[in-house]
């Protein structure tokens, strides 16, 4: 196999903590080679892809997603999981963690099989050489052409892996999510869904029976260690954190606060998973910039309190992204609760609280930039750099740099994504 070279020129590329002008980046096969100033001679067999003076990023990983283009990851078919991923694409995601509701174990055991299924069949797709019959697959495919978007099996974001979110939520903290199949965590049960070696992230509230095991679990295979839909003390926080739990899931959604513990302990009141997250250094955590869900106020303290390295920016949307208006169901199409999207934001039927967010990373990115001013280099790393490093993907994603994936995305000055180019080998 002879190795393809692709060169991209005439782009500001976004490094990890500046601006780079007048380079260029070369990608043999799929992953960076190097980046080199735009006045070196250009290799005479490299493929050349001009970016027309727009922000070349890496590809945006999303760690907390449920579905989009009117599919649920927990609808558990490979058609919905591909729907989902192609969606999201086009948003500037390259890749994502598909998120589980609460669920029935049956419904969760479908969602992860499909989800490594069609991981699968990427990875071998991506193993065909140029020349054979699945399509042209030569240079990066840019995904807003739709001619070449079909070119490859998926052309949809890659999955990095499974976040095991729901079932083991707090009763009192589930949120829209279908409450009846919220549960503590069964040592049998969530062996299983471990055992697929698809489990990336995985979530528990850290007050329920059965939590510091289930964390100890996680962490030793490698896995984000969150605390989620919980309302758990500042004890149980630190309890949780000796034994591998590092983050929390969509700040200020559906955690404990000073106010929600005084109901759960009396006095004293009583710090909890806020406090803990901003006075313990390891700790991360994400937020749905969607404008919506959090003030401005809220994105900018964030910002300012936990910093790029330890501030993910997530999507937790919906099957309603890219979908008009209108009625649609939380997690599985079989039982998953109905929600109502007006097009900005998810809201429960009662119009009381808000049901997941309908927008996609690009939105979150553009949102951040414009509640914390912050160098575009800092806001691009909440959405790519710092949640491969959480997740532990960063040895290939979510920077360019040298020897990784060239999982590009092309942004105009306004921060509307132009192009998305999806590394066709690695
Ligand atoms: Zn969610």
Request: net charge neutral.
């Amino acid at each position: 196999m002879t190795s393809q070279l692709v060169l991209y020129t005439n782009g500001q590329i976004v490094g990890r903590d500046r601006l780079l002008l007048d380079h260029d980046v070369l990608v043999r096969d799929g992953r960076i080679e190097s980046i080199r100033p735009n006045t070196r001679k250009r290799p005479q067999e490299a493929k050349i892809v001009s970016l027309g003076g727009g922000y070349l990023t890496p590809g945006l990983i999303d760690i907390h997603v449920h579905g989009g283009g009117g599919a649920d990851f927990m609808d558990g078919t490979i058609d919905a999981v591909r729907t989902a991923c192609q969606t999201h694409l086009v948003h500037g995601t390259t890749t994502l963690f598909p998120t589980t509701t609460t669920a029935s174990a049956e419904q969760l055991e479908n969602m992860i099989a499909a989800c490594a299924q069609v991981q699968e069949a990427d990875r071998s797709s991506s193993r065909i050489e140029p020349g054979s019959n699945v399509g042209s697959r030569s240079g990066p495919r840019p995904t807003d052409q739709p001619s070449i978007a079909g070119s490859r099996m998926a052309a949809g974001a890659r999955i990095g892996g499974v976040h095991l979110y729901g079932p083991y939520f707090a009763k009192d903290k589930v949120g829209c999510h279908l409450a009846n199949q919220q549960r503590p965590p069964d040592k049998q049960e969530y062996r299983r869904y471990f055992s697929t070696n698809m489990v990336r992230v995985a979530t528990c509230a850290a007050e329920l029976p059965g939590a510091t095991e289930f964390y100890r679990y996680a962490s030793q295979r490698g896995c984000l260690v969150t605390c989620g839909h919980s309302n758990s003390t500042y004890a149980e926080m630190q309890a949780a954190f000796r034994v591998g739990m590092r983050h929390v899931d969509h700040f200020w959604c559906a955690m404990s606060s000073v106010t929600s513990l005084r109901a759960r302990c009396g006095t004293p009141m009583q710090a909890g998973m806020e406090q803990f997250v901003l006075m313990e250094p390891e700790m991360s955590t994400e937020v749905i910039a969607d404008g919506c869900h959090l003030s401005d106020d809220l994105l900018r303290f964030a910002y300012r309190f936990k910093g790029p390295e330890r501030l993910c920016l997530v999507t937790d949307a919906s099957r309603a992204l890219d979908q008009p208006p209108g009625e649609y169901r939380f997690g599985s199409d079989s039982d998953g609760p109905t929600f109502y999207s007006d097009g900005r934001v998810g809201w429960t039927l009662d119009r009381r609280s808000l049901a997941s967010s309908v927008v996609g990373m690009d939105h979150m990115v553009r949102t951040m930039q414009r509640a914390t001013k912050a160098p575009l280099p800092d806001l691009i790393r909440m959405a790519s750099l710092t949640p491969a490093e959480r997740v532990g993907i960063a040895a290939d994603y979510g920077s360019i740099e040298v020897g990784k994936v060239a999982d590009f995305v092309l942004w105009s000055p306004r921060l509307i994504v132009k192009r998305v180019y999806l590394a066709e080998s690695q």
